[in-house]
């Protein structure tokens, strides 16, 4: 049975993605400037990456993101996307988000992942090979300081916890919502089925991704059931990369040199993912599924389709990017706020009913106009203008 949320959650997943060669310090403004732009538009929430190299995802610590908006955002929730926990020790980590949770009343989300490039891995002196199973070690440690049930003591090989246990008690109970990230691999929902923390799906849009999405859901389903936890469609998001226009040729045309240089000359070039040709044009990420270009009504389209392969989720994150010019970008997210979101949020319908039944009953609701307005007129002894009674009738027909 496909299931489908009263209210589905909309926003993004801010890596973020900058071409190099530019100002990183307007580039960091414009991710703030695009995060104040969703709130004021009514998205529900931002996860904000972290990352250390290669050039292009220029955010080491989205705990300052976060905290730099807690009081210039006024709704939308901000999560780290994600905090890479083998790069921290883990009570550093949960004493910075449990302070966030209170800086922004609540609004803070704690997204979690072994760290993407490994490129930062390899700075640190970590084994790639490690950084799931260190991973797992941290959530573990960070889930009993927030619960915050007794003093942690834990000793792995890379971190220590002693009497371990945090200042302050959390602002939101019984704690601030995890979400573990899912790539490829079962380890991310295995995660989240384990601790009963909400799923991340960052990679849907790769080649491949989207048709192995409900197998993800079964497998952490299938941790659930073992570990005695619960899991809620509601908290999983499935990452897409997005941009909308008035009509599909322009939506194309506008991202079409920045969807290249995202693709060849960052994944490409610079991660070696995909040979450093043009070999992915964004005519074919739009046919195999990997990126939503195109007006409202093909994203809700797709996000149909959506429903029906997974069985059904709890909020659609677009993959920010900067593909098109910052103009384009702030009215692509202005469409998906006027006609996509109210589409799955359920807000379409009540006015679309109320409008369709006044229309289907307007005779009998509108048919007393003539009738009152000349009442009006004989209860002021004043005789009807010229004309107007003619007017009246054709009014009331």
Known sequence: MTYRPDRMSFGIFLAPFHKTGQNPTLALDRDMALIEHLDRLGFDEVWIGEHHSA?????ADPG???AALANRARTIRLGTGVTSLPYHHPLIVADRMVQLDHMTRGRAMFGVGPGALTSDAYMLGIDATKQREMMMESLEAIVALLKAEEPVNMTTDWFTLRDARLQIASYTR???P?????GFSPAGPMAAGQFGAGLLSMAAFQPGALVALPEAWNWAMEQSQLHGTSLSRDDWRLVIPVHLAESRERAIDEVREGSHAYNVEYFGETLGRTPSSDTESIESMIERGGAIVG?????IEFIEGLID???GFGGFMGLAHEWAEPEATFRSYELWARFVMPHFQNMIQTTQAGRDWVSSHRDDIFSPRAAVTRKAFDDANVELPEGME???QRGKN
Do not use: K, S, Y
């Open 178 to 182: 995890i979400a573990v990230a899912h």
């Open 55 to 59: 050039g292009w995802e220029l955010i």
């Open 295 to 299: 007006t409202p009504d093909d994203a």
């Open 64 to 66: 300052l993101v976060i």
């Open 174 to 176: 019984p704690h601030l």
């Open 309 to 311: 392969l997974t069985g």
């Open 390 to 392: 003619n007017q009246m």
